[in-house]
T-cell receptor
Framework: QQQVKQSPQSLIVQKGGISIINCAYE??????FPWYQQFPGKGPALLIA?????SEKKEGRFTISFNKSAKQFSLHIMDSQPGDSATYFC??????????FGTGTSLTVIP | DTGVSQDPRHKITKRGQNVTFRCDPI?????LYWYRQTLGQGPEFLTY????????KSRLLSDRFSAERPKGSFSTLEIQRTEQGDSAMYLC????????????FGPGTRLTVT
């Protein structure tokens, strides 16, 4: 059973545009929702994370929107740049003892 | 560089052989995680250590997999009698016990079973 479902699988955005990636989860016990960026041949790196007590968190060009009632959260990348081209993963955890990752979104930003 | 390190970075082995990977977490990070990642998929949780105690282990993990963190510092992941389906990237991550759940990932060990 996929604990975290991520969409779309791939995304192509023009430079300067907004990239939006969505995730849905089932387990209401989850209390930590991070987003990771991964470049080929590298390990994932944390971009931004949110707790369910807030509906939005912004760090630079990256924003997480969180909808607790719908059990959904999304990553928005504003002013997308070619250097943002990577694979993005959402994840969820409770207690931090175990993390469940989405299947990833391959983002391509066209110059 | 004080990040998470993993050794080796690449390993090619024949089916049926045993392999062992090492992870050195960021100093003083109490939490250590092992993940497996196949092409086009997200990291799949394998096991979790808090200091030297193995607190979580995926039910998907077969008995051929074992992990240790004997002194609460570095960790090893051993796969016995490797199968072609074990071919994947094995990732290690660490995080502090307090101050948040931010995981720092290592570069991974790419395993190819022929």
């Amino acid at each position: 059973q996929q604990q975290v479902k991520q969409s779309p699988q791939s995304l192509i955005v023009q430079k300067g545009g907004i990239s939006i990636i969505n995730c849905a989860y089932e387990n209401t016990a989850f209390d930590y929702f991070p987003w990771y960026q991964q470049f080929p041949g590298k390990g994932p790196a944390l971009l931004i994370a949110i707790r369910p007590d807030v509906s939005e968190k912004k760090e630079g060009r990256f924003t997480i929107s969180f909808n607790k009632s719908a059990k959904q959260f999304s990553l928005h990348i504003m002013d997308s740049q070619p250097g943002d081209s990577a694979t993005y993963f959402c994840a969820a955890s409770w207690t931090g003892n175990q993390f469940y990752f989405g299947t990833g979104t391959s983002l391509t930003v066209i110059p | 560089d004080t990040g998470v390190s993993q050794d080796p970075r690449h390993k090619i082995t024949k089916r049926g052989q045993n392999v062992t990977f090492r992870c050195d977490p960021i100093s003083e990070h109490n939490r250590l995680y092992w993940y497996r990642q196949t092409l086009g998929q997200g990291p799949e949780f394998l096991t979790y250590f808090q200091n030297e105690a193995q607190l979580e282990k995926s039910r998907l993990l077969s008995d051929r997999f074992s992990a240790e963190r004997p002194k609460g510092s570095f960790s090893t992941l051993e796969i016995q009698r490797t199968e072609q389906g074990d071919s994947a990237m094995y990732l290690c991550a660490s995080s502090p016990l307090t101050g948040g759940l931010q995981q720092y990932f290592g570069p991974g060990t790419r395993l190819t079973v022929t």
